[in-house]
């Protein structure tokens, strides 16, 4: 047999910068083949179209493997093992693969399947990275109000867990052998050194953290760290391991996802704004797409992470692709699904 292929495993938190980081991975990869698993939260295959949009020779669309039944922690049975395995068998195999989690992943039962079997004898877990939105740590979004979650569970005592995006925060760095600070540019020095305090206190581990903006790391950091994190699981486990050590399985029902599909926009730049609008009112935490403005032959991207929004113009519509604004919405559970809908599509 000949050696293992290293796998190096990205999660981190919706918005995070995991998918821009891989982009930028990809173009200085040097001449590593690498295979790209991506699993994207929600039914829109955004992250798996950027990706592919990118044209790097190292990593062909059809090096580009999208995973869209749900979190790929809670299809790995069905989906990743027969995903990898598949991927074992191709003629010319990878040099490198890359997983990009869901946003809401855990990372532990993913890296728990490289023990199956058939999996370990072929691949080892190379690292797990977790990229992290320092912008968001320091607008505390990962900080619960810790009375207001205690206050909540003495009302319903089946609330086993603390606040859903603080647990899986803490879950994702847990699991990391490295952390990348990124979204650096959107905060001052203090506020940095603030951050990096406030990461090292979520985990146990003291895994290294480096920082990065628009997740520009050289291949070099990212690839080749060499941990095989498969053996070194028990030092990782999530709450919900922790918690149910019967091994009950996790859920992802905290949150929701749905897509919104609206005509087309006139005036970019008033919904955006509108858009951020109905964001904020309704505590979105990702929304994301393509949006068809009215009069140009370009795609528009549209990136929200909270009620930050970047978009830009792509690619151009292709000839016979069907021209149409959709946007995917993630959210707690107990966001209005109703009123978000009839809110955006009011904006076109
Ligand atoms: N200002 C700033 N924006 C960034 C940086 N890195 C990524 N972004 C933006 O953040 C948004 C989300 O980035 P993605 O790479 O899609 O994040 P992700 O972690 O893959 O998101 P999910 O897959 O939805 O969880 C995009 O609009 C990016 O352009 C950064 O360092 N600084």
Redesign the pocket.
Known sequence: MSQKIPATVIT??????????IRNLLTNAGGKRIALIIN?FGDLGV?GDVLKGCGAENCSEDDIIELTNGCICCTVADDFIPTMTKLLEREQRPDHIVI?T??LALPQPLVAAFNWPDIRTQVTVDGVIT?VDSAAVAAGRFADDHDAVEAARSEDESLDHESPIEELFEDQLTCADLIVL?????IDVAGLGRVRDEVASRTQRKPVMIE????EVPAGILLGLGIGTENDLANRKSHHELEHEDGTPHDHDEFDSFVVELGRIVDVASFVERLKTIIAAHDVL?L?GFVDVSGKPMRLQL?A?GSRI?HYFDRAWATGERRATRLVVIGLHEMDEDAVRSAIEALA
């Open positions: 981190g938190f919706l918005g995070a910068g995991k998918t821009t980081m994207e992250d990009e869901s946003g990229v990124n979204k650096t540019d959107l990065a903006r628009n997740g990702r994301k990136q992470v970047d």
